[in-house]
Structures are given as C-alpha cells and as structure tokens.
C-alpha cells in the first residue's frame, strides 16, 4: 500500500489567496483526520471524518477554513483567503477505526503564506 | 483546555544509555495513551500505544503509565544514534468523540 498521500508538499502563497490542500487516505481505513503542526502550538487536530462524514470540526480555527470528502479516497482542506498566521505543516492521516486505533500520517504539506 | 504537557528537551543521552520521557495529562477521564515518534522534516509515527496501569514492553520499548498520577512515560533501552527524533505523546480525549491531543514533544539526541 502505498500509504497516506498528500499534495502538494510544497505550497507557497501570497495572503489572500485561496489555498487547497489534498488526501487521499490508506485504502479501507473509515477515519480520515486533518492536523495542523507549529513550533508554537504543536500538532492540533482541525477535523475528522468517519465514512466520509465530519464528526468533529471544532479545532476549525475559523470560517476562513472549510473540509471535504466527497468519497472514501479523497478529502481536501481548503483555506480562503490565506494569512501568514496560516503557515504550518498539515498532516492528513487515516485510522481503520477511531483515535484508539492506529493513525497513519501523510508525508504533510507544508505551507508558506507571505 | 485539555493538556498534555512534556519537556521540550532537548534530552540528550550517550548511545547505549536509558533515555527517559515524561508525559502529564490534564483529563482524568483519558484511558488510552500513544507515544509517537517523528524525525525532522517527517511525519510522526506510532512506536508505543498503552491502555492499563503499569508497564508495557516492546522491544527496547517501554512505556508506563500512571493514571492516578496522570502521567505516562517512555523508556528507550539501549539508545542508538537513530533513536534521535522528537517523541510526542497523545492522548486521547475522554470527553470528545476521541480525539487526539497531542503534547508538543521531547526533542531526543543520542549522541555516538
């Protein structure tokens, strides 16, 4: 298996723009999750999905911030408008089950907002 | 705000000594633990994952737990130079559908 994929590794933007960042999750895993790392913060939880659906969104920072997955195999995190305070590695990771099973991360994007 | 707090380290040990990581967790009501391993410019991955009071081995990995005292702990046997990563510990949140909460991490470095 080819594991957590993401895309891209690398994004660099200008503040204001729109920013999408893409998942594809380990194939058969029903949990899909969406972190965010800083120096200063750690690594927090933004979302979750259990087949396909959101169940917890409350680490969302703002309504700048919006999650999807329209099917098993694909999630996208999109940020809109993008501000330097944004700048981060995102992880996306899958799990069979819930949190109590294990959490396979995606190599992350890291993003640069100028 | 739930918490899990752990020293930023960085930790450094000689190779082949014990190195010693502490966790501490704000949620009593937390009943599974993980300890996760990233090297620099990585991402993390699961080494350790711990559910009841005492000890649990794997390798030259053990990790304990102390629920009374909300604290959790990762021992390295044997340190070697690639052990050199930063470890962070997780917990889950026992008021919430189960998320995650991580602590920032434990810079180790085992030096040759």
């Known amino acids: 298996d080819a594991g957590v994929i993401q895309s891209p590794r690398h994004e660099v933007t200008e503040m204001g723009q729109e920013v999408t960042l893409r998942c594809k999750p380990i194939s058969g895993h029903d949990y899909l999750f969406w972190y965010r790392q800083t120096m200063m913060r750690g690594l927090e939880l933004l979302i979750y999905?259990?087949?396909?659906?959101?169940?917890?969104d409350s680490g969302m920072p703002e309504d700048r911030f919006s999650a999807k997955m329209p099917n098993a195999s694909f999630s996208t995190l999109k940020i809109q408008p993008s501000e330097p305070r944004d700048s981060a590695v995102y992880f996306c990771?899958?799990?069979?089950?819930?949190?109590?099973?294990?959490?396979?991360f995606g190599p992350g994007t890291r993003l640069t907002v100028l | 705000q739930k918490e899990v707090e752990q020293n930023s380290g960085p930790l450094s040990v000689p190779e082949g000594a014990i190195a010693s990581l502490n966790c501490t967790y704000s949620?009593?009501?937390?009943?599974?633990f993980f300890w996760y391993r990233q090297y620099s410019g990585k991402s993390p991955e699961l080494i350790m994952f711990i559910y009841s009071n005492g000890d649990k081995e794997d390798g030259r990995f053990t990790a304990q737990l102390n629920k009374a005292s909300q604290y959790v702990s990762l021992l390295i046997r044997d340190s070697q130079p690639s052990d050199s990563a930063t470890y962070l510990c997780?917990?889950?949140?026992?008021?919430?559908?189960?998320?995650?909460?991580f602590g920032k991490g434990t810079k180790l470095s085992v030096k040759p």
């Open positions: 999905f259990n087949n396909n659906v959101p169940i917890d």
């Open positions: 997780a917990v889950i949140d026992g008021g919430s559908q189960g998320n995650l909460i």
């Open positions: 990771a899958s799990s069979l089950s819930d949190s109590t099973d294990t959490q396979y």
């Open positions: 949620d009593r009501g937390s009943q599974s």
